[in-house]
């Protein structure tokens, strides 16, 4: 059995290696070709785009010769996503193009770098921005819905539609444009968030993000413009999960975001890319989550054994894992130090993993560098991907196989469980006598991450448990995902201080990497990391919400009593804090006491979760 075989690789190539050299010999060109429209790619260009005074329909537009029916030797192009405020108009008062149009404005003329998020930067240190300059090199043209696709003719709309794929694809630059804007008249709140959570959103995300160039630009605001480009601290989740108006669309979307994931792969193949396209191939089914079940993605021929072999179903498993991944050994590893094992586990297939360690795949086997399409880094488990991709099943297989719970240093199994929002996880975990203190690399506490990356549900379970940990959680929470109304009372109410200090002992490992960070700051290297690590001691939740553009956290920390005359290290108050970035009206007239504006928001923000906001204000305190 070749699948069984000695540690090593023979020099005999694998069918997957002999399928990805005929690819590149024979169908190249045909893989890389675009897909031709539907629906021709009307554009506005860049300086059209800045001149605009309100968001005006295709029709008039294109009525007023502004379109522009995109190719590539006109320039570069970009994808403009969004979530509409308003029912019958995205943008009825303007306030999403007025944040795109200083973004970009500011972005030409100030900005000669947008950096990764500061968390991205933190784990992965060798991470580059994206300069500016490319951004402008070349004429910029902006794909927009409301621009670019009919809104008076249905059959003309559904073309464009069903044209976004290749719009996308055809893009070199995408915009997730997710202000922060309280929609009085559709009675929401609208967030980074909230787009994320809408399922055509996802789809675009998705779309980009298996594209030729994954990365894409986050703009919260002017000022607040991040480069995204690491799958392990992405918005939302899979797109069959997010919330859609017409259910039907999932039906409609499964074989689009199907093909586009074959594509990917079949690029991966020709890029001699192995380690990605195993990842991609054993993610396919996390991505299509939630989605219409279709048939899986398989690109070689299925793997036919003797039928006087004998073997058992779970080894014929084994058999053709081995075929469509490349493998040739239990114990064999990648160019990236990934296992078989690993690979099974971003898989989620519980027989699998089963048949791997009973034929002695080690279960607490590290992966030896990162995997970027995964996200997962240098020293992650099996039992680490499982726990995060929700693969429930496979956890109990992987532990029931000796997997170790807890990592002596490390303390990766609760913090991956608390990082996904994996309530079951925590669960399976302290079931198998797992320590849900146990801090990552010694720092951070799986509560205090699950704070960070706004895990309600793991919030809740390791509160259960007895796992809570409030130092520091708030401010924690409001540096990343966690910045939300939601997430500040839920704290608040379980006694964290709303004014609490930050502080990074000197010789501590945090604070070893900010004074690191704090230099490069003061020799001119500004980007989210060193701006947060430059006198940091001292800085409060409130501080922090300004920084990381969490504008609506911001207002919830200000109606629950956080003071905006405390200083951090260098001396600033939230307000000087403030001069540096484009903040909402509401938040500055609740650093000036008003706190009506900061109140609606709230009521806008919490109201699928409250009948009675003065009541949890009450309890808050």
């Not at 069918?15 to 169908?27: G, H, N, S, V, W």
């Not at 021709?40 to 605009?52: I, R």
């Not at 401010?475 to 200090?501: E, K, Y």
């Not at 609740?590 to 009675?612: K, P, Y």
Request: proline share 5%; charged share 20%.
């Amino acid at each position: 059995m070749p699948w069984c075989g000695p540690w090593g690789r023979s020099s005999v190539p694998t069918p997957l290696e002999r399928f990805a050299q005929t690819l590149r010999d024979t169908c190249e060109d045909d893989i890389v070709a675009a897909t031709p429209l539907l629906y021709p790619m009307y554009t506005v260009p860049l300086e059209d785009v800045l001149k605009m005074r309100a968001v005006r329909p295709h029709e008039e537009l294109k009525a007023e010769g502004a379109l522009v029916m995109y190719d590539v030797g006109l320039g570069t192009a970009a994808f403009v996503s969004h979530q509409w405020i308003g029912g019958r108009h995205p943008d009825p008062q303007g306030e999403q193009l007025q944040v795109l149009q200083d973004a970009l404005r500011r972005l030409r003329t100030e900005v000669r770098v947008v950096h990764p998020s500061f968390l991205t930067e933190f784990v992965q240190p060798a991470c580059k921005g994206l300069p500016t300059k490319k951004l402008f090199s070349t004429p910029l043209f902006l794909w927009y819905d409301y621009f670019s696709c009919p809104q008076h003719t249905q059959h003309s709309l559904e073309l464009a539609i069903r044209s976004i794929p290749e719009y996308i694809a055809r893009c070199k630059f995408f915009f997730a444009l997710c202000p922060v804007i309280a929609g009085h008249t559709s009675s929401r709140l609208f967030t980074q968030y909230t787009w994320a959570e809408r399922g055509w959103c996802r789809m675009e995300k998705a779309l980009r993000e298996l594209s030729v160039d994954h990365t894409w630009i986050l703009i919260q605001s002017s000022t607040d413009v991040n480069l995204v480009n690491d799958p392990a601290t992405t918005l939302g989740g899979p797109v069959g999960e997010g919330q859609f108006t017409n259910g039907e669309d999932r039906a409609r979307l499964a074989p689009v975001l199907l093909s586009a994931l074959k594509r990917k792969l079949l690029v991966m193949l020709m890029d001699r890319d192995l380690a990605g396209y195993r990842a991609l191939l054993n993610l396919q089914l996390v991505h299509m989550r939630g989605l219409p079940r279709l048939q899986e993605l398989e690109l070689l021929s299925v793997f036919s054994s003797s039928a006087d072999s004998g073997s058992e179903a779970s080894f014929d498993a084994v058999q053709e894992f081995f075929h469509q991944n490349g493998f040739k050994s239990i114990k064999e590893v990648d160019s990236v130090g990934w296992s078989p094992l690993h690979y099974a586990a971003i898989r989620g297939d519980a027989a699998l993993i089963q048949a791997l360690l009973h034929l002695r795949a080690d279960p607490n086997a590290k992966t030896r560098r990162a995997n970027p399409i995964t996200g997962f880094r240098r020293g992650d488990t099996a039992l680490n991907m499982c726990l995060f991709h929700k693969h429930h099943d496979a956890v109990r297989t992987i532990l029931a196989g000796r997997a170790r719970v807890d990592d002596s240093f490390r303390g990766y199994p609760a913090c991956a469980a608390a990082i996904a929002d994996n309530a079951e996880g925590l669960r399976l975990l302290c079931e198998a006598r797992g320590n849900p203190s146990q801090p990552f690399m010694g720092i951070m506490y799986p509560f205090t991450l699950a704070c960070m990356f706004g895990a309600t549900a793991a919030i809740d379970e390791l509160a259960a448990r007895d796992a809570v940990h409030l130092q520091h959680c708030l401010t924690w929470a409001m540096i990343f995902r966690g910045g939300t109304p939601g997430m500040a009372f839920r704290l608040i109410s379980m006694r964290a201080d709303v004014n609490d200090r930050a502080h990074y002992p000197l010789l501590s490992p945090l604070g070893i990497v900010f004074a690191l960070k704090s230099l490069e700051y003061r020799c001119g290297r500004v980007t989210p990391l060193t701006r947060i690590a430059y006198r940091a001691n001292g800085r409060t939740p409130l501080m922090h919400a300004i920084m990381g553009a969490q504008y609506d956290g911001a207002a919830a920390l200000l109606l629950l009593g956080a003071e905006v005359g405390l200083r951090d290290a260098g001396g600033a108050s939230v307000m000087d804090i403030a001069e540096e970035q484009s903040v909402p009206d509401f938040v500055q007239r609740g650093f000036q006491g008003e706190l009506t504006g900061c109140r609606s928001v709230m009521q806008l923000a919490l109201s699928n979760m409250l009948d009675n906001l003065e009541e949890l204000v009450e309890e808050a305190f």
